[in-house]
């Protein structure tokens, strides 16, 4: 297993348009959480899943933003009517027990959006 | 609410030298307590983790202690290496929620 795959890694939009994000985590991991970072700052909670019930959201996770995990394996993010306030490193991470548990996440590389 | 406070950085040291980062945690109930680290170019692993009052983790020459009455896990390395050189970020998670919750990290730089 590679880790966890995220596609694309780079992406640029401008305002307005929307744009859809991938991942793919270590296939035995029934958990999947996505994350955003901004410059300078940690990785702030998204939302998650189990395997394909998302049991968490951030209140960060405006209207305009939509995850899904169709048959607990991949899962997207979608951003509709991007704005700049968006330009963040969108994370993804997953494991087989959740972090309350002491188990460890493992993140992605990132997609990095610009939205100009 | 659950949040996470380390020092700001950047933590310039020579080689060999000891290192501290300050991570202070306000929670309710029992977090798991992370250090993740960031390499340049790489994502997010874990250095170490504990998951109850008084435990220590371990890994690579680092340590870090989960101290509830002083609601800390401080960093600390004995003798830091140029390949030590990376952003580390401490992390709660609390018993109530399945995230984790980050600090702002430090960005460490260690010189020959």
């Known amino acids: 297993d590679t880790g966890v795959s995220q596609n694309p890694r780079h992406k640029i939009t401008k305002r307005g348009q929307n744009v859809t994000f991938r991942c793919d985590p270590i296939s035995e991991h029934n958990r999947l959480y996505w994350y955003r970072q901004t410059l300078g700052q940690g990785p702030e909670f998204l939302t998650y899943f189990q395997n394909e019930a998302q049991l968490e959201k951030s209140r960060l996770l405006s209207d305009r933003f939509s995850a899904e995990r169709p048959k607990g394996s991949f899962s997207t993010l979608e951003i509709q009517r991007t704005e700049q306030g968006d330009s963040a490193m969108y994370l993804c991470a997953s494991s087989s027990l959740p972090p309350n548990r002491g188990e460890e996440a493992f993140f992605g590389q990132g997609t990095r959006l610009t939205v100009v | 609410g659950n949040s996470v406070t380390q020092m700001e950085g950047p933590v310039t040291l020579s080689e060999e030298a000891f290192l501290t980062i300050n991570c202070t945690y306000t929670a309710t109930g029992y977090p798991s307590l992370f250090w993740y680290v960031q390499y340049p170019g790489e994502g997010l692993q874990l250095l170490l983790k504990?998951?109850?009052?008084?435990d220590k983790g371990s890994n690579k020459g680092f340590e870090a202690t989960y101290r509830k009455e002083t609601t800390s896990f401080h960093l600390e390395k004995g003798s830091v290496q140029v390949s030590d050189s990376a952003v580390y970020f401490c992390?709660?998670?609390?018993?109530?929620?399945?995230?984790?919750?980050f600090g702002s990290g430090t960005r460490l730089l260690v010189r020959p």
């Open positions: 992390a709660l998670s609390p018993d109530s929620s399945y995230k984790l919750i």
């Open positions: 504990a998951t109850k009052a008084d």
